[in-house]
Each structure stands twice: as C-alpha cells, then as structure tokens.
C-alpha cells in the first residue's frame, strides 16, 4: 500500500506540477478510534462517519501518518489541482487572490470604522487587546478589534438586552468565517429603518463581532500559506517550510483555559509543531487572553467572572445545570465541515443543558443543513472556545464549520453558505433573550399584512405561520408538537414589560397541527401615525403551561386620519 500510494504521489507531482505539501486525500477507516488517534495532528478534518471516509488536506509527512493509523489513501486530484491553485495564484499578491468576495484583515477592519462612522448610533469598534506581534512589538501585528452592533440611545433604558457574541476566523485560513459575520454586521446596520427584522434586532440584542480573532495568523494565511495557528515563535522554529501538518505558533482554539489539556493528549497537542498545538499553559497567548477578558471578564475572589459581555452564571458544581433563564449567546464560526456543535467537546458526557443545547442545535442546522451533534461526536478537543464560554459562565455555546472548503469559491459562498448561515445566525438573534428556552417552542415566519400602510383607526390585517417543525433531525430525532395558540404585540417584544398580546386565531379555525397558518387584526385607532413594528410569537403544547418560541416582527405604517372638521366644511360651503 505504502509503494502504490508512493507511485501516486509521483503521479500527482508530474500531473499537477504542485508543491509536496499541497495535497488533498480521502482516507478510508474501518475503525472509528483511528480518527481519534489522527485528530491531533490535523488542522481540520472533514469526517462522513457512515461511508467511514476521512477528508484532509495535508503533505506527505500527514498522508504517512494517516497511513500508519491504518487508513486506505486516496488522492483527490480534483480538489488537489484547486488548492493549489489558490498557492500559484497567491504569490506576490497584496489582497487574497481569486477570492474577491473575502477581505483581507485591513479591508475588514476599515470596514468596521466605516460603519461605526456612518452609524454612530449604532455601531462602535472596541479594540480589545494586542495580538501576540503586537504585544512583543507595538509597531507590529494588530490589535484585537470587536465591532458592537445595538440601539445605544435606548440601551440604558434596556437593561436585560442579551449579548450576542460571536468570533470568526480564530483559524487563520479559514475565510469564510470573518467575512460572513462581516456581512452579517453591514446587514444589521445597514437595514436598520428599512427592514423589520435588522431593526428589532438592533433594538433588542446587543452583538459583539470579533470578526478577526486572529489577525496575525489570517495576514500569513492571505499571503498563500495553509496557515492555522498563532504567530507565537517562543517555541522556537520548525523544520521545513510551514505546511498541512508542520508549523510554529499555538492553535488558539485549543488554548481557552477550561479543561485545557484535559483529554491526555487526544483532544490537543504538546508537540510545539502540531496543528493543534495547545501552548505551554492554559491561556498563554496574549489572543486567548484578550478574549476571555472580552468576553468573560476576570475572576473576583470567590471565583465569579466579571466585567465580560455575557453573565456569569455557572453554579459552582459544574455538572449541574447553568439557569434556563440565562440571557445571551456565544458563536464561534469555522470552516469547513457542514457541522453545528455545542458542548462538550473533551468527554462524551452530556453537557447539564444538553437537551436544551441540542433542540437548540438542530433548530439552527434546519437553516444550514448541517448535521447537529455534540462537539466530541468526531474526535475529542480540549481547550476550545465553546466548552470554555459554557464551562466558566453557563452561556450557551456552539461552535458552527460553515461550507466546503477554506478557500471556499465566491460563487459558493454567496449562493450557499452565506444566505444558509446569516439566516442560521438571525434565528439565534431572535432566541437571545432565553437561548435555553425559546428554541424549544415554535418558530414564527411568513409574517404579511394585508396592507403595509393603513390611516389611523383602519384595521390592519395581519397574516403568519407558526411551525413547530423546523428542525434538522438528520441525526437523532426532535419531538414536535401541536401549536396551541399565537399573539401579535405592537411596538413592544413578548418579554417586556407593557407588552399587550393580541391574540391570532387558526386560519382553519382549529390549533390541532405542529405548523398553523394564523390570521388577526391589529387595531390602528390608538396608534400614532409613523412606523410600528408588529411582533408575532407562537405558543406550542410541549409544555403544560404552553411553551413560546422565538418572535420575529413586520413593519405597519400608520399615516394620521384625514381631518373632520376641515372635510365637512368644504362639503358644506355653497
């Protein structure tokens, strides 16, 4: 096997003209446990654990290793011929070379100063600490950007508005990450006032994007190198050029202190050259610790973390469950493998909110397509950024790996996984202000009104669907249930105080299905001519008391009566 595999990468040489480390493989496994014993020597592996195929990218020194794991080699020549293309066509080039649709670290920076300068009142950029460059040089690397996205002239007022935190691209050559939370952010901005869903969110959640969690690292990656880790040279250097399955720095997503190097070995490296490389301790990169401190804040005497963007409200036994009224979420977004994930990923034990986690989970994978599971489903990882945000605060967590490929196609990216994912994300957005509950009840779509623009005092004809069924249950099986009832509330979400419900009826008279078309009406004689936001929620009969699902809202246009007095006088004047 090992001759024949050798011939064939000979073969692929000529053929392909490309360099030794440049290779995409298919390896066959009979025996699940091989993946474990691989996992730490990757960057990424894509896994079809039914046809037990393993997907890589790697060298010669990787495809040797997955040999010795008893894995069947293949070359997929293909995918082989576009990967390097990518490598010929990056040489001497200042911005990412046949990927237009994805920014460099700069272009992505200054596009964040654009918005907060365009919208001050509702962006604003945070520099959150030095990369690893940058805190041995200042003139050098870059600092730690997030870009804030809420209502700020209401946030006072609003003190229960949930955070939404997410990271992109803490894996350097993974582009599409920091370009679809990038999207994602000039989406909410820039469709405030004009499109109802941007606009409620802005008003009600409080997003932080850290859309480039690893800048130095991303630079070495748009220069054409199959970089993953941070810059970090304390270590020393390693042999060779930096490849697939050889280079300096630390895998930062195996760096985050909870349970760091817990798993023996399996989930994370200790050997400085790996692709997943933990570091030499527990948060010992400046990345890692401006993260924590963003996001966590810092521990107070008794062990609590304060200062961060989301709560800290993790009993103090660990295994038990963190409170299902917690408020926010966190994302961490990677590419690629058509997954969505949540804790944990260093044990095959169920995290204490598991259930909640993966009715969550499978929620978000019926926008995407993905397949829901818990992180360890592939292979174990210690020291990450979802089981660190859930472990020390109780937040929910997921990590999601968007699309196809790392140099995913532009044409692939905007048809497929940008849309897909946005939607994916937007549907988190609206459950952020109880993430452990609304996912379990209905979600509400397909909001229209019979008119858009009404006078004052004519009724407003308001139309959805409440379906209780939109789950990816591609592995493992959710339960669905019949709706039981649905509200429309004006101006107002479901959770707020002096929020009215005005109740919708069944459009074929009867609450007996698990989607229920719903009609209503909205009364205008009170409201105020100017725009209003409609808000619709569903109610399912999971629960005895009824369980409600995520609100999404329409814009209603109210324009003032025509005035009386003025009318019948013209009418009477001879």
């Known amino acids: 096997m090992r001759l024949a595999l050798t011939t064939a990468l000979a073969f692929g040489l000529f053929a392909l003209g490309a ?23 990757f960057q990424h592996m894509d896994v079809d654990r039914r046809r037990g195929v393993l997907r890589v990218d790697t060298d010669e020194e990787g495809i040797r290793a997955l040999q010795d ?10 995918a082989t011929a576009q990967l390097r293309a990518f490598y010929r066509n990056a040489k001497g080039m200042d911005s990412i070379p046949g990927y237009a649709c994805y920014r460099t ?86 469709g405030y006032g004009s499109d109802a869903q941007a606009t409620w969110l802005v008003d009600h959640v409080d997003f932080r994007f850290v859309l480039q969690a690893n800048p130095d690292g991303r630079k070495k990656a748009e220069s054409g190198i199959s970089w993953r880790k941070n810059t970090d040279t304390v270590n020393g250097a390693c042999s060779g050029t930096p490849s697939g399955s050889s280079q300096p720095g630390i895998d930062l997503n195996r760096n985050f202190p909870f349970h760091w190097n817990i798993t ?33 804040g810092t521990q107070d005497g008794n062990g609590v973390w304060q200062g961060g963007v989301l709560p800290d409200r993790r009993p103090d036994d660990v295994n038990i469950p963190a409170p299902d009224d917690y408020a926010g979420v966190f994302f961490d977004i990677h590419s690629y493998s058509q997954l969505v994930l ?47 945000f859930y472990g020390l605060l109780g ?125 209503g009406s909205i009364d205008t004689a009170a409201l105020a001519p100017g725009r209003h936001l409609v808000y619709v929620q569903g109610i399912s009969n999971r629960s005895a008391a009824g369980t409600a699902g995520p609100p999404d809202a329409i814009f209603l246009d109210v324009t003032a009566a025509p005035n009386d007095t003025i009318f019948r006088d013209s009418f009477d004047a001879p």
Not at 128 to 133: A, H, L, R
Not at 365 to 376: K, L, R, V
Not at 490 to 516: C, H, K, R, Y
Request: glycine share 8%.
């Open 264 to 296: 023996g070995g399996t989930g994370s490296s200790g050997t400085r050259c790996n692709l997943t490389y933990r570091g030499p301790s527990a948060a010992s990169e400046p990345e890692t610790q401006d993260l924590v401190r963003y996001v966590a």
């Open 342 to 388: 949540w804790p944990w990923g260093d044990t095959t034990n169920a995290a204490p909110n598991r259930d909640a986690l993966q009715t969550f989970g499978r929620r978000l994978a019926w926008f995407n397509g993905y397949t829901p599971e818990q992180s360890d489903s592939l292979y174990p990882t210690d020291g990450t950024t979802d089981d660190t």
């Open 105 to 190: 670290v700069e272009e992505t920076y200054s596009s964040m100063d654009q918005l907060a300068a365009a919208r001050p009142d509702l962006a604003s950029v945070e520099d959150i600490g030095p990369s690893w460059e940058r805190s041995r040089n200042a003139a050098q690397g870059y600092a730690l950007r997030a870009l804030r996205v809420t209502r700020r002239d209401t946030l006072a007022g609003d003190p229960g508005r949930p955070p939404f935190v997410v990271f992109g691209s803490i894996h350097a050559r993974e582009y599409t990450p920091a370009e679809l939370l990038t999207r994602m952010a000039e989406w909410l901005v820039n």
């Open 69 to 78: 794991a008893g894995m069947r080699v293949q070359i997929d020549e293909a």
């Open 395 to 519: 937040a929910p967590a997921f990590t999601i790996e968007l699309g196809v490929a790392f140099f995913e196609n532009c044409t692939t990216f905007a048809s497929t996984t940008l849309p897909q994912n946005q939607a994916a994300l937007l549907y988190a957005a609206r459950s952020a202000w109880r993430p452990y509950r609304l996912p379990l009840g209905p979600d509400a779509v397909g909001l229209t009104l019979d008119a858009t623009t009404v006078v004052a005092g004519q009724p407003a004809g308001l139309h959805a669907t409440i379906n209780d069924a939109r789950y990816n249950q591609s592995n493992g099986v959710e339960p669905t249930y019949p709706i039981r009832a649905a509200y429309a509330y004006v101006d107002t979400p479901p959770w707020q105080a002096g929020a009215v419900a005005i109740p919708l009826s069944a459009a074929d008279g009867s609450f007996n299905s698990s989607s229920e078309a719903v009609v």
């Open 19 to 41: 360099r030794a480390d440049d290779w995409y493989v298919e390896a066959r496994f009979d025996d699940p446990a091989a993946v474990v014993r691989v996992a730490p020597l």
